[in-house]
């Protein structure tokens, strides 16, 4: 049998019916992801046409984008401020009841960001087909899943059918060699990564991302990794599975048990891509040489090493619009530059490893002056496992506001917002003109340059504070 | 869906690149459960002043955009967040197809799902339709061609499911829901 990657097993073993040159493969999904905003419109479609949600037990429902993260909204009696997220939760709530979904609901504890409950449930598993109506299903990835993200109209498709239409995309090898060197970290590699093929150097393709400093590791770094390639316009991103993967997910609640469990381990050890099994494409970095990344434009390609400048470009007109959105000059330096507010959450960098690396830096200093620092953990059991390590501690005497889990800050949906050209140095995925409120002015890096940020008031190298 | 066979139209001219779904309608608004009225937040932060009132700076501001059904934009338009809202907010403003060079792999699949036709040419048509906003376009679906008002003729590539669908409005759940034997049979036939 001809040599396949770890993408191709895993396409070929879900084609109910493969793909012709006049009509696109049907591909089975393992696992459906639902939330609160790319839903609604999904349930309506089925409501209207008279149809079931054909396999409630392949489907999960959590809210994490709109909902608040004010402690006294989510537990307390004050209503959700925000009354069109208000009517989206209680809508999700009327959906995931009358057809049977599984709902972690508002006060469940095992809510949080889909992306960040479903690794932590053990219900992201190697070999499988995992989607959701939203960009960033590319995290699960990570565990050797094919994840990716749908349209509504697509998620209605699986509600009902529990099938996607597709077309083969292509691959993309990404070797990593080298391992990265301390205080740099896989939001750095990523970020290097995008910075290296463009936002759009994916499109149309799954990554791999292999090599030693891939397979270094640990799920919750590679998770970052693989979120972040639709910054860089692939459908997906993939990490074959191995032992890192396994010792993850052994004992999770939603993970195979028993005999299952080692039948599975034996499906799992044979998915990753067989030796001289080609891509369509492939890319090499040396992650030893690499340095902390941040963003100075308005996408995530558009980025440096900290201490690199503001490259010169003027006169393009990309560039251009970039520099006067964010108040920045050709040739800058980045290190110095002062920051309004710090975030450090999101399904990129909202995990327990983040909030450990940020609590390193914190511990025993303060948020400098006019800083505020917003701490959003991915999922209420992340917040949990925080507050019991003594982390939330460290965040709150720093002088950080520590809140509820959800999707906050990232996109501003819930009423946590940055102010118009106020700069905002955050965790999260998306530098996009607006995302974190109109007119606000991020800039992307690890949770550990967001801390240092956080503490120095300004754009500071972490390395030294670690 | 309605059938499309061709999109004739004057274009509308955004030229920035990398436009993406924060851009084409930002996250305040994606508090909607339907999937009507959007048009009026098409482009939000760019096509408003502050104040609410209409920037006239903006491209689709002009008098001479008005009423336009295809908007030509820069390279890789669509990116970043799966918000199929996206598309529904440039269908209810009244565009029928969307021009670039390059067109992000969601953005695409969204927009065919809802008659928004993506669009993808060459460097050289997209550099001339970029400089000529206004110009009168006539996009072919039954032979997958534009026509220039110069005349020339430019293919796009368009996957034949899709095409298919958008000339005879076949709806892809009906498809799929098709599909139930074949469904049913690998379901039962999976050892996990
Ligand atoms: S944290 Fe941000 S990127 Fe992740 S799912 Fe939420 S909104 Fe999307």
């Given at each position: 049998?001809?040599?396949r990657t770890l993408?191709e097993k895993v396409?070929?073993s879900h084609?109910v019916?493969p793909?012709t040159?006049d009509t696109?493969a049907?591909l089975?999904i393992?696992l459906?992801l ?5 839903s609604p419109?999904?349930?309506s ?7 079931p949600?054909r ?5 999960l ?13 989510v537990?307390?009696?004050?209503p ?7 009517r989206?939760v209680?809508t999700?709530e009327?959906?995931?009841?009358e ?7 508002l ?6 960001i889909v992306?960040?409950?479903s690794p932590?449930l053990g ?5 499988t087909?995992?989607?959701c109506?939203?960009?960033?299903t590319?995290?699960h990835g990570?565990?050797?899943a094919?994840?990716f993200?749908i349209?509504?109209t697509?998620v209605?498709h699986?509600?009902?059918t529990q099938?996607?239409l597709?077309?083969?995309?292509k691959t993309l090898a990404?070797?990593?060699e ?5 205080g740099?970290t896989a939001?750095?590699?990523?970020l290097?990564?995008?910075?290296r093929?463009g ?15 891939i397979?270094a ?13 639709i910054?860089a316009g692939?459908r997906a991103g993939?990490?074959?599975?191995d032992?890192?993967?396994i ?7 939603r ?7 080692e039948?599975?381990?034996?499906r799992?050890?044979?998915?990753g891509t ?5 891509f369509d494409?492939?890319v090499d970095l040396d992650a030893?040489r690499?340095e902390p990344?941040?963003t100075?434009g ?5 980025v440096v090493?900290i201490?690199?400048?503001v490259?010169?470009a003027?006169g ?5 619009q ?10 800058e330096?980045?290190?110095g530059k002062p ?5 450090i959450?999101?399904c990129?960098?909202?995990?327990l ?8 830096i914190?511990?025993g200093?303060?948020v400098a002056?006019?800083v ?13 496992e925080a507050?019991?390590a003594g982390l ?21 949906m ?7 050209g ?5 965790t999260?995925?998306r530098?996009?003109?607006g ?6 002015r ?9 801390a ?6 300004r ?6 504070m670690i | 869906m ?8 004057r274009?509308?001219?955004l030229?920035?690149?990398?436009v993406d ?5 930002p996250a ?6 339907t999937k ?5 937040q098409?482009f939000?932060d ?5 104040d609410?009132s209409p920037?006239?700076q903006f491209a ?6 008005q009423g336009c059904?295809v908007?030509?934009a820069?390279r890789?338009?669509?990116?970043g967040s799966?918000r199929e809202h996206?598309p ?8 029928r197809a969307v021009i670039s ?6 953005f695409?699949?969204n927009?065919l799902k809802?008659?928004l036709l993506?669009v993808?040419?060459?460097?050289a ?5 970029l400089e000529?906003p206004g110009?009168?376009?006539?996009i072919d679906l039954?032979r997958c061609?534009m026509?220039l008002p110069?005349?020339?003729v ?6 034949p499911?899709a095409?298919h669908?958008?000339l005879h409005?076949v709806?892809?759940l009906?498809?799929l829901?098709?599909k139930r034997?074949?469904i049913?049979r690998y379901?039962?036939a999976?050892?996990w």
């Open positions: 049998m001809t040599a993408f396409w070929a084609e019916v793909e040159p696109p049907v089975y393992d459906h639902i939330h609160e905003v790319t419109q999904a349930f479609e089925l409501r209207a046409r008279g149809l949600v396999r409630p037990d392949r489907t429902a959590t809210m994490d984008h709109s909902t608040p993260t004010a402690s006294d909204q537990f307390g009696r004050v959700i401020t925000v009354d069109a997220a208000a989206q209680q999700l009327r959906n995931a009841a057809f049977g979904v599984e709902l972690f609901a006060r469940d504890p095992r809510r949080g992306h960040v409950i932590e219900a992201t598993q190697p070999g087909t995992i989607v109506g939203d960009s960033h590319s995290t990570a565990f050797g094919l994840a993200g349209g509504t697509e209605g699986v509600l009902a099938c996607l597709q077309r083969k995309p990404v070797n990593v080298g391992r990265l060197p301390p740099v939001k750095d590699l990523i290097a990564i995008i910075g093929i936002v759009s150097g994916g499109t149309g393709h799954v990554i791999e991302y292999r090599g030693p400093g397979r590791l640990s799920m919750e770094e590679r998770m970052t990794v693989c979120n972040m390639s910054e692939a993939m990490i074959a599975p032992e890192t993967t010792a993850y997910l052994r004992g999770r609640p993970a195979p048990q028993g005999a299952a469990w039948a599975a381990l034996e799992w050890r044979n998915t067989d030796p001289g099994a080609a494409r492939s030893s690499l990344m941040i100075y308005t996408n995530p390609g558009m090493p201490s690199g400048s490259p010169r003027a393009d007109p990309v560039h251009d970039a520099l006067a959105y964010m108040g920045f000059h050709d040739g330096p980045m290190l920051v309004d507010v710090v975030f959450g999101s990129t960098n909202g995990r490893e983040d909030l450990r690396a940020a609590a390193g914190l511990k200093r303060k002056k006019g505020r620092l917003l701490i959003v953990p991915g999922s209420q059991r992340i917040k949990q507050e019991a939330a501690e460290i965040f709150k005497s720093a002088g950080a506001d520590w809140r509820e889990s959800g999707c906050s800050m990232c996109l501003g819930n009423g946590d917002t940055v102010a118009k106020a700069y905002s140095l955050s999260s995925n530098n996009f003109e995302r974190q409120g109109v007119g606000a991020t800039l992307l890096a690890s949770p550990l340059t967001a240092a940020a956080a503490v120095a008031g754009i500071t190298d972490p390395r030294g | 309605e059938p499309l066979q061709h999109v004739r139209s274009t509308a001219v030229a920035a690149t990398n779904t924060d851009q084409i309608i305040r608004f994606l508090t909607t459960t009507e009225g959007l048009g009026k098409l939000a760019w096509r408003y002043l502050p609410g920037n006239p689709l501001n002009r008098p001479e955009a059904r908007l030509v820069g890789n338009f669509g990116c799966s996206a529904w907010a440039l269908a209810d403003y009244g565009f060079t390059e067109i992000a792999d969601i695409r699949s927009a809802n008659g993506p993808t040419v060459d460097e048509s997209a550099r001339w339709l000529h110009a009168e376009v006539d039954t061609e026509t110069t005349g020339a430019v293919p796009f590539p368009l996957e499911f095409r669908r958008l409005g709806d892809e009906g498809f829901l098709g034997g074949e049913e379901e039962a999976r050892p």
